[in-house]
């Protein structure tokens, strides 16, 4: 069972990154499409572009940080200082999100605009906190392998 969904784990984030690089590139014909039904799409589309392009490419970034760290893992290595940094910047990411996701929300509210900050904002909370304890795991790891 253990492999199986190791598998469908390494999968899914091999498909999401390559799913947000495509979408990510697709969005100024998908963006010009959607103005045909929603007018505000239409009527702010360099401002969507640009801001739905940086909410990907951060996306996009936090998913390739993610297949660092999983990769650490298969490899049975994950308390490195490389997953320490990849949480930070995970982290980082999440804020920039909420961050462009707020500037959206002066062009278009939505709820879905106020979930998306609810959720990033929590995201890089976690992500910050779990890097502090990925921080204390390594260090007390190098203290241990110093000792033996």
């Not at 062009?107 to 502090?132: D, E, R």
């Amino acid at each position: 069972m253990k492999d199986r969904l190791t598998i469908f784990t390494k999968w899914m984030l091999d498909a999401m990154f390559v799913g947000g690089i495509l979408v990510t590139l697709t969005l100024p014909f998908s963006i010009r499409f959607y103005g045909t039904i929603n007018p505000r799409f239409e009527q702010y589309y360099g401002q969507m572009v640009l801001l739905f392009a940086v909410s990907g490419l951060l996306a996009v970034l936090i998913i390739r940080e993610l297949r660092k760290i999983f990769a650490s893992v298969l490899a049975d290595d994950c308390f490195v200082r490389e997953n320490v940094e990849s949480l930070n910047r995970m982290g980082t990411y999440s804020f920039l999100i909420v961050l462009v996701s707020v500037g959206r929300a002066c062009l278009y509210l939505t709820p879905a605009v106020l979930v998306i900050v609810l959720v990033f904002i929590v995201a890089g909370l976690f992500s910050k906190v779990l890097a502090q304890v990925f921080d204390r795991a390594v260090n007390y790891k190098l203290e241990n392998d110093l000792t033996i």
